[in-house]
């Protein structure tokens, strides 16, 4: 098991400096440094938003089911909500 | 079978409305489908931009009308403000509904036509999808949104027409604002980096 790790340890540093070899990295050649920034914000950019809609999604999703369970499942007319008490829903 | 005090048949699971409709569920995915489809597209631009050589706009074609545009996003972020406004018209059944909701198509519909005037204007200063890359990219950005601006209008007239038969539930309705206000939503960032 701890040579399997540290297997994958070597195979993924391995891969990293195969990159540099293989000029994978498309904006390390530019010599615009305007260019390296842009595709550095433009990473930044395409990593975050889709994480920010899942997670507002995930938000959004389990303030509106708690919103949901805590309002009433039909219409109950005035004189049973008054018989319920004080701690029934609604109140 | 007797029913107990809160009217709920014994045995029989209440129904309840869904957390989600369908319509609004499938609204969101279209919708998150686009925001990173016109991520990429922001994001090419903003590499061809930072790459070109002798500064952006390129020397030698035609300055995009910055001013002119700036009215028209407002013309578009106000026809936004006014299918909120309609939506909570709507909620309360006013009758102001169809009202806002027609300012909203006649400003979506004004901005289609401007949009397609100050078209008419650049290609005849020479803009060009093949002009060069200032060219390409602001007609593939432009032109893009405003394939969905015309979409989102349609839609649109679709429930105004629904509304005005009476016909017009939340759910049909709901989509359609999601739509819209994507639409208006991510004009002005295209405004930000393409015109600005």
Redesign the interface.
Known sequence: MRFARAGVAAVMVAVAWAADFAYACPSCASPLEENRQAFVDTTVFLTVVPLMMMGGFIWWLRRRMRAMDDALEIAMPENLLRDAGPFSKGR | MPDD????AHGVP?R??P??PNGVLGM?LFV?TE??FF??LI?AF??G???AIGGWPPPGQPRLPVEETALNTAALLASGVALYFANRAFKVGAPTTKRLLLLSIALGGFFVLFQGAEWVALIGEGLTLTSGQLGGFFYLLVGTHAIHVVAGFIILLYTYRKLSHDDLDRFTFWPAQIFWYFVVGVWPILYWQVYL
């Open positions: 005090a809160l009217g709920r209440a309840r409305e957390v989600l969101l998150a925001i990173m991520s990429g994001s903003v590499i931009k930072s790459n």
